[in-house]
């Protein structure tokens, strides 16, 4: 079986959510490279940055730990999708005596790219 391509699997995201992501932060939760658990934030921009990201990596650490998640890649969408997902990792990596590796994409008007940390 042939393995998806980030874009690829990028676009099967909101299909797997079954709703379409523009204004959130979607972390993937990876053990070895392979996806182990996800979770899609929508972001409020009426609220405060860290505010957000700080209620978004609450709840995904319980899982993440029990899930022994070496990686996480962090998809942030929309035009603010790279602040939004650099406030993410910058609240993982504090909360965390040892952080997982991130990965950031940003994904705005059906394009991707990604974004150095």
């Known amino acids: 079986m042939r393995r998806a391509g980030l874009g690829e699997y990028l676009a099967s995201l909101p299909y797997q959510f079954g709703y379409e992501l523009d204004n959130h932060v979607v972390v993937i939760g990876l053990d070895e490279g392979s ?26 650490t319980p899982p993440m730990q029990k899930e022994n998640i070496d990686s996480l890649l962090l998809v942030g969408y929309g035009p603010e ?3 939004r997902a650099q406030a993410v990792a910058a ?27």
């Open 35 to 60: 996806p182990k658990l996800s979770a899609a934030f929508e972001w409020n921009d009426n609220r405060d940055l860290i505010e957000q990201s700080e209620a978004f990596v609450a709840g995904f």
């Open 81 to 83: 999708g790279q602040a």
């Open 91 to 117: 609240t993982v990596e504090a909360s965390s005596t040892t952080p997982p590796r991130i990965g950031m994409v940003e994904v705005d008007q059906d394009h991707y790219r990604h974004i150095a940390p």
